[in-house]
């Protein structure tokens, strides 16, 4: 029996919902929160029910009265993303059952599970209970196809909430979500300024990639923290990262080391972002993205 | 003005190497050990709060330097909760022994970090607060008000947004733009002196039970092949081939 808490963003399920479906493994019971996403969740490949949570406590994220709400028909085996709110529902809904939580896990065989730890210094395995709550790393598992004709039936639920909403900030740019993006170009102190970012935001709108940034930069120049890419930062897990004027500080690795393929871009032959790189180029940024920005085009 | 619980744990530096040998890290060989990251912001914002600040960490005797340094920037009281091995004990029991602890200081607002820079988990701020019955606000990066209406920035789906929290609560921060303050030599001085209230996991009079997770292993990171390297910009073409062609990601 395997529970899925879904994902949601905005008004919608988030991709990651089915990956946690697929690393169900088949036959899983997906619980919408406030029943959004609930007609798409239907529609993956290998869930058995939706179960649509509905009520007032919805209508803004709380961490208690979700765990609570959710918590009343989630059973056996609970996966949820290892998200800022996929980890907070988790952890309330662990400690109201009693039933340990296991967070950002990267691969499950039974009930042995393996987690990266000290920011992917170092992995564990460990074994849990049948019965156990586990949040999985975006983009580790392989997403169920569509093709699901699920039943939803609607469960009314709601619980008393201890935080409200006041003000939404929306977002400064459009630009996607390092955390979410499937390639990612980052630039560092070595960019220059911060009025040199345009260049890489260029090469991001070929290649449909967000823009991250070392800390140097967002301490330094006041870029969005938002775009931190390392150990105070976002872990980003792309299947490509470009590295642009980043020496590659342990903190930075910590975050982006785990991406499927790394190119760095540096002038000094020496720096250590060339340890993690699949691809190096030494090269100024002013030589190298403009012979980047033609290769891309020229595909 | 509320009480306020800090919890501070005592990790790796993050410029440590971490060493594994024998299926499990090796502790003895960090060189060195430093407060996590964001247990700092956590600190400091108690600190801009002010007031009765306690610290409290759980975890071995080396631990206890750590809440000097807090007491050297102002944290007034020292808790220390001694446990030998904290990578034997479950989410729930940690958050247990420290939802414990956090009602000893008498404390209504707790302060922590995100998450902690060995487990990287961000269980147990939630998971207390789940114990204390109490509001909850992670990620935070922002924080203006007092305990009786405290509004947290934080992200969301579609940005960020200002929440609105009371005691009791738990906040758990991020990074935050503020500087983080240093201690001068008088706060050295009279952190040195200041008394430490060490307890163990009975003095607190809860039952954690048994663990329901147990660790198997742990292993260094999977080696990476080694790159491929190329001297000069006009060799970017020829990446860019590599990555169509060979990595398959554009
Ligand atoms: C507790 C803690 C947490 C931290 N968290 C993070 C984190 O989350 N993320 C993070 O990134 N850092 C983090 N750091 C900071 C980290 O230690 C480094 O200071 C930071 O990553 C350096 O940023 P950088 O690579 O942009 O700058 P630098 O180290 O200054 O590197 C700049 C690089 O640019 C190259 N360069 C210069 N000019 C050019 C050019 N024209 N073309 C091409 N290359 C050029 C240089 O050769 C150099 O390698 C943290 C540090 C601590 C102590
Ligand atoms: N052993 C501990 N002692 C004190 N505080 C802790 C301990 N473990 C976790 N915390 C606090 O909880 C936060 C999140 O930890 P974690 O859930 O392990 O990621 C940390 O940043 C600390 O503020």
């Given at each position: 029996m395997v529970t899925v808490i879904a994902e949601i963003s905005g008004n919608s399920l988030h991709p990651v919902t089915a990956q946690l479906v697929g690393a169900a493994g088949g036959n899983a019971t997906v619980l919408c929160p406030g029943g959004i996403g609930a007609?798409?969740?239907?529609?993956?490949?290998?869930?058995?029910?939706?179960?649509?949570?509905?009520?007032?406590?919805?209508?803004?994220?709380?961490?208690?009265?979700?765990?609570?709400?959710?918590?009343?028909?989630?059973?056996?085996?609970?996966?949820?993303?290892?998200?800022?709110?996929?980890r907070e529902i988790a952890a309330r809904m662990g400690a109201a059952k009693g039933v340990a939580v296991v967070q950002d896990v990267t691969s499950i065989d039974g009930n042995s599970v393996t987690r990266p730890i000290y920011s992917g210094k170092a992995m564990e395995t460990l074994t849990v209970a049948d019965d156990s709550i586990l949040t999985l790393r975006p983009n580790t598992f392989s997403a169920a196809g569509d093709g699901g004709s699920a039943e939803v039936s609607t469960v009314n639920q709601s619980a008393d909430v201890a935080t409200s909403v006041k003000e939404a900030i929306a977002k400064a740019s459009e630009r996607l979500d390092v955390a979410d993006a499937d390639v990612v170009i980052s630039g560092g102190r070595g960019m220059g300024s911060i009025e040199n970012f345009s260049h890489l935001e260029a090469i991001a709108d070929q290649l449909g990639a967000a823009v991250g940034a070392s800390r140097a930069v967002v301490d330094e120049w006041g870029m969005s923290h938002s775009i931190q890419v390392g150990q105070t930062g976002k872990t980003v897990n792309p299947?490509?990262?470009i590295a642009v004027g980043i020496s590659g500080a342990i903190q930075h690795l910590a975050g982006m080391r785990s991406s499927k393929y790394i190119v760095a871009i540096n002038k000094d032959a020496d720096a250590p972002i060339f340890g993690v790189a699949d691809y190096g180029i030494v090269a100024t940024w002013e030589e190298a993205l403009p012979a980047l920005a033609d290769a891309l085009s020229n595909l | 003005m509320a009480d306020i619980a800090v919890l501070l744990k005592q990790v790796p530096d993050t410029n440590a190497k971490i060493m594994v040998s024998g299926g499990r890290v090796d502790e003895s060989a960090v060189n060195k050990w430093s407060m996590s990251p964001f247990d700092e912001y956590a600190l400091e914002a108690a600190l801009v709060q002010g007031g009765s600040i306690t610290a409290i960490t759980c975890g071995p005797a080396r631990a206890k330097k750590m809440?000097?340094?807090?007491?050297?920037?102002?944290?007034?009281?020292?808790?220390?909760?001694?446990?030998?091995?904290?990578?034997?004990l479950d989410s729930n029991q940690i958050a247990t022994i420290l939802a414990a602890a956090?009602?000893?200081?008498?404390a209504s607002v707790v302060f922590c970090g995100k998450q902690a820079a060995d487990t990287n988990a961000g269980s147990t701020g939630p998971g207390v607060a789940e114990m204390m019955g109490a509001g909850c606000v992670t990620m935070v990066s922002e924080l203006t008000g007092d305990s009786s209406g405290f509004m947290a920035l934080r992200p969301s789906s579609t940005g960020m947004e200002r929440v609105n929290v009371s005691a009791p609560c738990v906040i758990a921060f991020d990074k935050m733009g503020t500087e983080l303050r240093r201690p001068n030599v008088k706060g050295i001085m009279m952190a040195k002196k200041k008394a430490v209230e060490t307890l163990t996991v009975s003095d607190l009079g809860v039952d954690i039970g048994s663990a329901s997770v147990s660790l198997d292993n742990q292993s260094p990171p999977a080696e990476k092949p080694a790159g491929q390297k190329f001297e000069g910009a006009e060799n970017v073409a020829t990446v860019v081939t590599k990555l169509r062609d060979e990595a398959k990601v554009i």
């Open positions: 007609a798409e969740a239907a529609a993956i490949a290998g869930v058995a029910k939706v179960i649509s949570v509905e009520g007032d406590c919805f209508s803004d994220f709380d961490g208690g009265a979700w765990a609570s709400a959710l918590g009343t028909v989630a059973e056996g085996r609970i996966l949820a993303a290892s998200t800022a709110t996929g299947s490509l990262y | 809440l000097t340094d807090a007491a050297a920037v102002g944290a007034t009281d020292l808790m220390h909760i001694v446990v030998d091995d904290l990578s034997a956090v009602e000893k200081s008498g």
